[in-house]
């Protein structure tokens, strides 16, 4: 990759695919839960193959640092198509590819399964878990890594790269620089302790939910661990290297307000959410790193925390509002609609071929009544389906100009397009079968009789 461009924030993570399916059998058959967040043990590794033999998955780009990116993110991929399918995704976003290559592993991967509002997901490191310090001082990497100004590293890299990010955290202490960390998910401050109380002193920004906090402050003892603000608080008065700038620590909460604290403060701050409606809500897969990302471009760019939290928040609104492949369940809906009409009508007309071919001896009118009613009742189904989904799409996107990753954007266009040429068709068909009609009745042919 080209050296001659750097970013002001540089990110540090595990590079994965995500694979998400809706699919709830699979929580009770490898012993999940709704709504968490593991590593793979060695009776999880079958999800994968599963998932994608049997489940129709869709695939997004992931990982927690690279979905809070845009900027230079650093990481380590197999040589396979899922590195390259990370590559294409941080293309498209501005966000350049600092990936270390390894022959030794494949890509590592997260199985996403989506239920309810909740999602439960699975990681399996794979080459994440070979990337190496040295990378970080080479010809290709230095350059990003020195000219940088921001530093973003996710909490599951600590399950491995707890020496680099340590290193990243003293050298941006040491240059005045600000370093954030996010715990992830509840099982790194639960497991991963020790590394992660070796990062803290050099954190000038901390990121977590609830969930998280909560168990933080089970594993470090604290009186009342669902008390967001005081876990926050505590969080922030935790001993810092560079004591020259305050610690801010972020707790957010769902559709619930989110917590800031300081460490220059004896006071939280609480910022309410603007709550979606069910309908709104597609999946919440990756929503805390939007946050994230949203807070850490806004704080980039000199704005004060309440605005980083705004912005936080709808990035936040935004990514539980799509998953990658529709904009919202509305125009996932249609989509479906669409397909069943597809199919409806294919079943339809072979079923309706068959009894005609069998019952070839009636009249012209009988013939003209059955393809008249045949054709109403699809001219009816393709006219909901297709002005239903041109409502959605708003008379069509336009791909060139969304500010959002939407994998299928061209192909909802053309979606739309073959709904109205099956309209037309449906469309010239029934009309021609209307005035063959009317002309056969003109001709004094009745419901009797034979066509031949």
């Known amino acids: 990759m080209?050296?001659?461009?750097?970013?002001?924030?540089?990110?540090?993570?595990?590079?994965?695919?995500?694979?998400?399916?809706?699919?709830?059998?699979?929580?009770?058959?490898?012993?999940?839960?709704?709504n968490d967040a593991i590593l793979a043990s060695k009776e999880h590794m079958p999800i994968y193959d599963e998932?994608?033999?049997?489940?129709?998955?869709?695939?997004?780009?992931?990982?927690?640092?690279?979905?809070?990116?845009?900027?230079?993110?650093?990481?380590?991929?197999g040589k396979d198509m899922l590195a390259n399918t990370l590559r294409e995704a941080n293309q498209r976003e501005g966000v350049a590819s600092a990936y270390q290559v390894t022959t030794e592993e494949n890509t590592g991967a997260c199985a996403v399964i989506l239920n309810g509002h909740n999602r439960s997901l699975v990681t399996t490191l794979r080459a994440a878990?070979?990337?190496?310090?040295?990378?970080?001082?080479?010809?290709?990497?230095?350059?990003?890594?020195?000219?940088?100004?921001?530093?973003?590293?996710?909490?599951?890299?600590?399950?491995?790269?707890?020496?680099?990010?340590?290193?990243?955290?003293?050298?941006?202490?040491?240059?005045?620089?600000?370093?954030?960390?996010?715990?992830?998910?509840?099982?790194?401050?639960?497991?991963?302790?020790?590394?992660?109380?070796?990062?803290?002193?050099?954190?000038?920004?901390?990121?977590?939910?609830?969930?998280?906090?909560?168990?933080?402050?089970?594993?470090?003892g604290l009186a009342n661990p669902t008390d967001l603000p005081s876990v926050a608080l505590a969080l922030a008065k935790l001993p810092k290297s560079n004591a020259s700038r305050p610690r801010t620590v972020v707790i957010t909460s769902g559709a619930e307000a989110t917590v800031v604290a300081t460490s220059d403060s004896e006071q939280t701050t609480t910022y309410p959410v603007n709550k979606l409606s069910d309908e709104q809500i597609v999946d919440t897969n990756g929503a805390g790193d939007a946050f994230a990302g949203g807070f850490m471009g806004a704080y980039v760019l000199g704005k004060d925390v309440a605005k980083c939290v705004e912005v936080g928040h709808k990035l936040g609104a935004m990514c539980v509002g799509q998953n990658h492949n529709?904009?919202?369940?509305?125009?996932?809906?249609?989509?479906?609609?669409?397909?069943?009409?597809?199919?409806?009508?294919?079943?339809?007309?072979?079923?309706?071929?068959?009894?005609?071919?069998?019952?070839?001896?009636?009249?012209?009118?009988?013939?003209?009544?059955?393809?008249?009613?045949?054709?109403?009742?699809i001219w009816i189904l393709w006219t909901a389906a297709?002005?239903?989904?041109?409502?959605?799409?708003?008379?069509?996107?336009?791909?060139s100009k969304i500010d959002y990753e939407l994998v299928y954007c061209n192909?909802?266009?053309?979606?739309?397009?073959?709904?109205?040429?099956?309209?037309?068709?449906?469309?010239?068909?029934?009309?021609?079968?209307?005035?063959?009609?009317?002309?056969?009745?003109?001709?004094?042919?009745?419901?009797?009789?034979?066509?031949?």
């Open 51 to 77: 998932i994608v033999k049997d489940h129709h998955p869709t695939y997004v780009a992931g990982g927690a640092a690279q979905n809070a990116a845009r900027a230079a993110a650093a990481s380590c991929v």
């Open 129 to 220: 878990e070979k990337f190496n310090k040295a990378h970080l001082s080479s010809p290709n990497i230095l350059p990003l890594v020195d000219g940088a100004k921001f530093y973003y590293v996710g909490g599951f890299f600590l399950t491995h790269g707890t020496e680099s990010a340590l290193e990243i955290a003293q050298k941006a202490a040491n240059s005045g620089k600000v370093f954030a960390l996010n715990l992830s998910a509840p099982f790194i401050p639960q497991f991963f302790k020790v590394q992660l109380e070796q990062v803290i002193p050099y954190v000038d920004i901390l990121f977590g939910n609830e969930s998280e906090a909560e168990s933080w402050a089970n594993a470090n």
């Open 2 to 34: 080209a050296t001659s461009t750097t970013y002001p924030l540089f990110c540090m993570g595990n590079p994965l695919l995500d694979m998400q399916v809706r699919n709830e059998a699979l929580l009770q058959k490898y012993n999940l839960k709704a």
């Open 326 to 377: 529709a904009p919202n369940r509305s125009i996932r809906d249609r989509t479906n609609l669409l397909a069943f009409n597809s199919w409806f009508t294919f079943l339809f007309a072979v079923i309706y071929l068959g009894l005609f071919l069998h019952s070839a001896h009636g009249s012209i009118m009988v013939s003209v009544g059955s393809h008249a009613i045949f054709l109403v009742i």
């Open 386 to 399: 297709v002005a239903s989904i041109t409502a959605s799409l708003g008379g069509g996107i336009n791909c």
């Open 411 to 452: 192909q909802l266009n053309a979606e739309m397009g073959f709904g109205w040429a099956i309209w037309v068709v449906t469309t010239i068909a029934l009309v021609s079968i209307l005035l063959l009609g009317i002309r056969s009745a003109r001709h004094g042919e009745g419901w009797r009789g034979h066509m031949v």
